[in-house]
């Protein structure tokens, strides 16, 4: 099932000879060399092999990499389609510079030396003056690990932003709140019992490298639940479906819990050796001695409420398949593998404690770093070390971390546009990195009406393979390499095992093959097309700018080791990288080459070591002799932060760990053991952190009634809920759009609604509707379906693109459309669909389609869990037939309303400063984690 079994074999990649489909039944041989990289169109990174044509010098082919270990050879369609993205017509080849007012459309061509000059100089003179703060990075999907952080971080500016509060906030904080690892790792391949909050099968996340492991358990007899309201094709698969009311999963998760405990059903000695049930039992039920014993009926009290009949009438599932369901889970001790990432998790207030009470189960059934079970994924990633880099970074930059939201994971980026409003800061230099905020955040006008306002943002660099509504609003447009024109170093969890992916400028590297000289000197943009460069020389070249002469300290972070007074190469970079790789130096001698030409050759690297129970490992008691053992057991080093209640002043001595606060042991039945990422070094049934900082109530599993809960909705009249978060398995946000093959295949938008809801709302079959959220409304066509929980409707995320400049030729996947304002008021409406015409690419002429979606997102309003940050992306709407007026795609927002609605999530909030006067704990993770004085609030 593993292996393929018609690959080319490795040792002949450099020449694969083939025969032309198309030319049959004459032989017509091709030779093409095939050189590997990696997938840039999700956060799975897959391998990919590209097949380069030995007469044209062009890719004809993307096909899997085999010898990638997440992925092993397979794709989701958006793989290969990468060469799309690579002869997309529309495609921006060159540096563009704004002429006209942002928003109009008008651009010069310029080279990259007067674009790096410029932004270069812009940074070089904010951070001369101490505006440090004023120069943002905004990373959307990063799809590499650490390299940005560390330019920012040699740059000495606190100013990494990302999407992470549109997407996976919730689940970060449910899960580090458990094991301070912020994501779990499933061992699908060898699990029992599969639990997704998700539609794994379909999209979720690192979705092609899952689904092939979820599909192999299966088929050893694995069963697989599924909780959505929407029948996904992962739904249809799954051995239980259980269409929980929306924000009613950790009610349904605690049922479970509740049986597990009661049916005797829970992994005793787990819980007593893994968790922190001591501070459990003194903090929620200090009239019980402190002892084992009293676990089990101090959890069948707290969760008494939670019967499979209550369960049943809150959560609309019924109570004898939560019984059964908890029967399987109950039989199958340590084999239980489960995963929510956004789903549940992303959609609600309160949504973070999704993954704290489905983690909750894993607990229970001690099904953690087990084989079959799940784990956190520090253990499951290898982050391959960056050439040394500057110390931490001394600024804290309030505009992406407010101290109303101390707790958040991470940046809260969503608010950037209100908080500039407010005159909280400005942006000199805001370079937005493949991101899109203006289509894919919620509140959209309001992204466009600040980054419209050079006195809020004086200079919009927009760092972009494609155009997109965002770049639109820029000063800069940069064009950047898909995922076969740049290099990026990635591992994810994807599985129990450990690996990197390299993804690299394939023509660089076929040319590098063929003999050409490819030295320190190249650049990427050379070989790629047009003048499309990568991001990582563009970042060296930038700092250079930045400080030209080096007096700043900033270049001789970005300086040749080897060739002094000249930038660092990108062969240098990685080279110093791969050969402190553990293994890898070594496998990739025995191969006769050195660990860069081995990855160059191969794309990808799996580490050798044992995956499992690694908190269990045994510490050498004499690694332990400068540390001090507390009461807990946790063994800590003078300078590391624990459970910080010290002052402002004693924080100069700190060290801060990447992850967790660095103690290196907890004593577990008098044996020295690694534990965990976490203050107790143990999993925290009672998180002291939460309660520390301002949130006690929500300090174990609980339920949180979510800001679109059922019993709070007029469903008699003309209220739903609609769940705006789904993925189509075919497309991924902005990237995709750029296209052609992924738009014909997945191009219609509809409305799932259930028959019920259409016949009582007056919707007709495939009629237009009026969704009406809290600032504005927007108009879709409706699509009766079963597959949805009646009181919920459901659109993706994916649809809607539009463009405005009427001179640009046709689309694959945008609309053409017209912005008016009026006050605060704004209006898109469609002017054009995707319709044949003529362009560079013949194919443009077959365009069968016309539709291109709705942009719903435009009319959400932002909604930040008072604690993790994460957007709650569910909506309470009125649901109506459209008015006379209305036509497809019409979209009408107010951003005062929005401005309203801001204040309001924002008074939810229970601000810092925490315990001992901080910002926000030490121990949580940042992307860039700044010096420890500057927590000091
Ligand atoms: S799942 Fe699909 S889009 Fe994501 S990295 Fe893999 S091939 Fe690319």
């Known amino acids: 099932m593993t292996d393929l079994q018609s690959y080319p074999p490795h040792e002949t990649w450099h020449d694969v000879t083939s025969l032309d489909a198309k030319a049959w039944p004459r032989r017509e041989e091709h030779h093409h060399t095939l050189v590997p990289t990696t997938c840039f169109n999700c956060e799975a990174a897959c391998g990919l092999v590209c097949h380069v044509n030995h007469d044209t010098g062009r ?76 120069v943002m990075y905004h990373v959307g999907r990063p799809g590499e690990d650490g390299y940005a952080e560390r330019v920012l971080q040699c740059w000495g500016v606190d100013g990494h932003n990302s999407h992470t509060n549109i997407c996976s906030s919730n689940a970060r904080i449910g899960y580090q709140s458990w094991m301070g690892h912020d994501r779990p790792s ?30 192999e358990a299966q088929g050893k007899g694995a069963t697989i639940i599924c909780v959505d309201p929407r029948l996904s094709n992962t739904g249809a698969k799954a051995d239980h479906w259980l269409p929980a009311w929306p924000g009613t999963e950790p009610f349904l998760l605690l049922a479970i819990a509740r049986l597990l405990v009661l049916n005797g059903t829970w992994e005793r000695d787990f819980v007593r050796r893994w968790t922190n049930w001591e501070v459990y039992l003194q903090q929620r039920h200090p009239h019980r001695p402190t002892e084992f014993d009293s676990v089990g009926p101090a959890l069948a009290d707290d969760y008494a409420a939670y019967t499979p009949e209550e369960a049943e009438r809150v959560c609309g599932v019924g109570a004898d398949q939560i019984t059964e369901i908890a029967g399987i889970i109950g039989a199958h001790p340590t084999k239980f593998a489960s995963h929510n990432w956004r789903a549940a998790g992303a959609g609600n207030l309160g949504g973070w404690q999704t993954a704290r009470c489905l983690f909750f189960l894993n607990v229970l059934t001690g099904s953690v770093g087990t084989v079959g079970g799940t784990t956190g994924n520090g ?67 309001s992204w466009l009406e600040a980054l419209s306002d050079p006195d809020k943002v004086a200079c919009h660099v927009a760092l972009t393979p494609t155009w997109s509504e965002t770049a639109l609003f ?97 062969d240098e970079y990685y080279g110093t990288m791969f050969a402190a790789v553990p293994g890898l130096a070594d496998d990739a001698a025995a ?12 794309g990808a690297y799996a580490l050798d070591g044992d995956m499992y129970l690694p908190y269990e490992r045994q510490v050498d008691p004499s690694e332990l002799d400068d540390c001090d053992i507390d009461r807990s057991g946790v063994f800590r080093r003078s300078g590391t932060p624990g459970r910080w209640t010290g002052s402002a002043e004693d924080l100069a001595g700190l060290h801060l760990a990447g992850l967790g606060d660095g103690s290196p042991a907890v004593q577990v039945d008098n044996t020295p053991r690694e534990g965990f990422p976490t203050p107790s070094r143990k999993l925290e049934l009672y998180s002291e952190t ?89 108009v879709i066509g409706a699509w009766r379906t079963e597959g949805i929980r009646p009181g919920v409707v459901a659109a993706s995320h994916h649809m809607g693109r539009w463009r405005l400049d009427p001179a640009a030729g046709g689309s694959w996947a945008g609309g053409d459309a017209d912005i008016s304002n009026d006050g605060t ?27 291109s979606g709705v942009h719903q997102n435009l009319t959400f309003c932002v909604q930040p869990d008072p604690i993790s940050g994460m957007q709650c992306w569910h909506q309470r709407v009125r649901v109506a037939p459209a008015e006379a007026g209305d036509n497809y795609g019409d979209v009408v927002v107010d951003t005062a309303a929005a401005r309203e609605a801001y204040r309001e999530w924002l008074a939810m909030t229970r601000p810092a400063p925490g315990p001992g006067g901080l910002r926000r704990p030490l121990w949580y993770a940042r992307p860039l984690k700044p010096t420890p004085a500057a927590y000091a609030l």
């Open 59 to 134: 890719i004809d082919r993307v096909e899997g990499n085999p010898l990638h270990p997440a992925s092993r050879g397979r794709n989701c369609a958006k793989g290969p389609a990468t060469l799309n993205q690579i002869d997309d017509h529309e495609r921006i080849l060159y540096p563009l510079r704004r002429v006209g007012e942002r928003g109009a459309g008008q651009w010069e061509r310029v080279s990259w030396g007067e674009a790096l000059d410029d932004i270069g100089g812009r940074i070089r003179t904010a951070i001369a003056e101490d505006r440090h703060n004023e």
């Open 474 to 570: 820029a000063d800069y447009v940069l064009p950047m390499g898909v995922g076969a024109e740049r290099h990026d170093v990635a591992s994810f969890e994807t599985h129990a095992g450990r690996w990197i992916g390299f993804r690299q400028p394939v023509l660089r590297r076929y040319a590098e093959i063929r003999g050409d000289a490819v030295g320190h000197e190249s650049r990427t943009h050379e070989f790629n097309p047009g003048e499309v460069w990568e991001e990582n020389e563009f970042w060296i070249e930038l700092s250079w700018r930045i400080d030209p002469d080096g007096s700043m300290g900033i270049r001789r972070w970005f300086e040749s080791p080897g060739r002094p007074g000249t930038p660092m190469s990108v």
């Open 379 to 445: 253990w499951n990633k290898y982050k391959a070390p960056h050439p040394q880099g500057a110390p931490p970074v001394e600024q804290w930059n309030e505009l992406s971390w407010p101290r109303e939201y101390p707790l958040a994971y991470h940046e809260m980026s969503i608010l950037l546009p209100h908080f500039l409003a407010e005159g909280r800061g400005r942006l000199e230099v805001y370079f937005s990195r493949v991101y899109n905020p203006v289509w894919t955040n919620p509140d959209g006008f």
């Open 690 to 778: 939460l309660a520390d900082w301002g949130w006690p109530e929500y300090a174990t599993p609980t339920w949180i009634p979510s800001h679109v809960h059922w019993e709070n909705l007029d469903l008699a009249g003309d209220e739903r809920i609609l769940l705006p978060t789904f993925r189509i398995p075919t497309l991924i946000h902005t990237r995709s759009a750029n296209s052609k093959w992924l738009s014909e295949l997945s191009h219609r938008h509809p409305l799932w609604i259930h028959p019920s809801d259409a016949e009582a709302l007056g919707i007709d079959v495939g009629g237009l509707v009026r969704i009406t959220t809290r600032i504005g409304h927007f």
């Open 591 to 602: 191969a006769g080459q050195t660990p860069l030409e081995f990855m160059r050759d191969r």
């Open 186 to 215: 499933s061992d699908f391949a060898n699990a029992e019992v599969i639990f997704l909050i998700s539609s794994h099968l379909e999209s979720g996340h690192y979705f092609n490298p899952h689904a092939q492991r979820i599909i």
């Open 825 to 851: 008021v704004w209006r898109l409406s469609r002017r054009g669909r995707p319709q044949p015409h003529a362009s560079a690419d013949d194919d443009t002429e077959r365009i069968w389609w016309s539709d």
